[in-house]
């Protein structure tokens, strides 16, 4: 079913004044992820190429804050959205990518630069397509959250659950799901960015939802790039 923007079925003016806003809200959200992916990127690789640093982290008990620290502060931004002001929930955007960079560290110390590389230009490849299409569809995707979800719930209590169990099996089978639902739910994040930008712009909140929209897209090409690395990452001697 196709959904009904402001200004797109109407007079040329009005449409075209529509298509340079969403232009304009869409890049927000991209440039804030590309922030966001930055600092994670340079506080990965400098944990990384810090032995005393990486040791200490990783090397000791403080590797479970490490994992379990940017799932907690997703759960924090949540639950505070509603009360944080634009610039709070921008600089705390930023400070969750940094605790994601730490986490992220352990890739490069687990993985050559080599098949990281690899999987993050196939990653990118497949959220830049999706991202696309979400983002010209007609077809509404909500339709489709529901089963998004669920199987977002389902990979993130497998892959926890296999930090213990450390199965092979169990990780091909969240690797393969993870990459139908991060996929499916780049798409769906895209449109929903469109529609809030309908529903909110030129509001106090549509700052908001623009940071949040690039959380949002941050997390589905980082659990990408992650899950890539199992079929594409090869570990360092």
């Known amino acids: ?10 007079a040329g003016a009005g449409a075209a004044t529509y298509d340079a806003g969403l232009r304009r809200y869409m890049l927000r959200i991209y440039n804030y992820m590309a922030a966001g992916l930055t ?20 090397g000791t008990p403080l590797k479970w804050v490490a994992i379990f620290a940017p799932l907690g502060f997703v759960f924090f931004l949540s639950v505070r959205m509603e009360r944080m002001s634009a610039v709070s929930l921008r600089t705390a955007f930023y400070g969750f990518a940094a605790v994601m960079g730490v986490s992220l560290a352990a890739l490069f110390l687990t993985f050559t630069g080599q098949s990281i590389a690899m999987a993050f230009f196939a990653a990118g490849a497949m959220f830049l397509g999706m991202s696309l299409w979400g983002y010209t569809t007609s077809a509404d995707l909500t339709r489709f959250s529901s089963f998004l979800m669920m199987g977002l719930i389902g990979v993130v209590l497998a892959s926890i659950a296999n930090l213990f169990l450390a ?30 930008y309908v529903q909110f712009a030129g509001t106090p909140q549509a700052e908001k939802l623009a940071i949040w929209s690039a959380l949002s897209l941050y997390l589905n090409l980082i659990n990408l790039i992650q899950l890539m690395l199992t079929f594409l990452g090869q570990r360092r001697d």
């Open 39 to 58: 600092i994670s990127g340079a506080v990965a690789f400098a944990v990384a190429s810090t032995p005393a640093l990486a040791e200490a982290i990783f």
């Open 1 to 10: 079913m196709d959904r009904y923007y402001p200004g797109r079925h109407g």
């Open 167 to 196: 199965s092979t099996i169990l990780q091909l089978v969240v690797a393969i799901v993870g990459v139908l639902v991060f996929t499916g739910l780049t798409a769906w994040d895209t449109q929903r960015a469109k529609s809030d």
